[in-house]
């Protein structure tokens, strides 16, 4: 078994998702938005943050695979699922759990602007900076965290962790 080191509680977890939440009901009051949630690790992130929204929302999501730098070091990314609802003319806000490279995000705001929506932003819960290869502009961050291998609140290892109420890194490998 891994051992897991907490360093982000539950409670932090929630009272950061609401000071996002009250941000981006502020800058996008009476504005078309549309949440755009990352598949698999995002939707933990994204159910909290839109519960926690006072302006009106819809919210679709969207999957990619990567295969790392290991077989690139452009980081292959490809589409696994499409969002089906039509962003043309919306605010686009992407939810996303954790960024690193910045590959993944970087793939998606080059391919969701060529939808032609009206302003298209990202929303992130962490922040693996020091791992950074290419730059992502950032609207809005939860946590900035050590290059370590975290999981929970949506986040896993090898499928396993998502379910945890709160962030951890693995912190030993059997
Ligand atoms: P990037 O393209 O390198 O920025 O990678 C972003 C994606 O890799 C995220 O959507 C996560 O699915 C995954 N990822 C990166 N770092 C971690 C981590 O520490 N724990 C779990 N997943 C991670
Ligand atoms: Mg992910």
Do not use: H
């Not at 939440?21 to 009476?30: L, P």
């Not at 919210?59 to 696994?80: E, F, T």
């Not at 705001?109 to 950074?132: G, H």
């Not at 502009?137 to 379910?163: H, I, Q, S």
């Amino acid at each position: 078994m891994e051992k897991i080191k907490k360093i982000i509680s539950k409670s932090d977890i929630q009272k950061k998702v609401k000071k996002l939440a009250v941000q981006i009901s502020k800058d996008y009051k009476s504005k078309d938005l549309v949440l755009i949630g990352i598949l698999k690790g995002a939707i933990v992130f994204l159910s909290d943050l839109m519960r926690n929204l006072s302006t009106p929302v819809s919210m679709d999501l969207i999957q990619v695979s990567s295969y790392g730098a290991s077989m690139s070091s452009a980081g292959v990314i490809k589409m696994k699922k499409d969002i089906d609802i039509d962003v043309k003319g919306k605010n686009v806000l992407i939810v996303e759990d954790i960024i690193d490279y910045g590959y993944t995000l970087d793939y998606l705001l080059k391919y969701l602007s060529k939808k032609n929506p009206e302003s298209l932003s990202v929303c992130v819960l962490l922040d693996k900076v020091a791992r950074r290869r290419v730059e992502v502009p950032l609207k809005y961050r939860g946590f900035e965290v050590p290059d370590k291998f975290m999981v929970g609140y949506g986040l896993d290892w090898a499928e396993k962790y998502r379910n945890l109420p709160y962030i951890g890194f693995i912190s030993e490998k059997a």
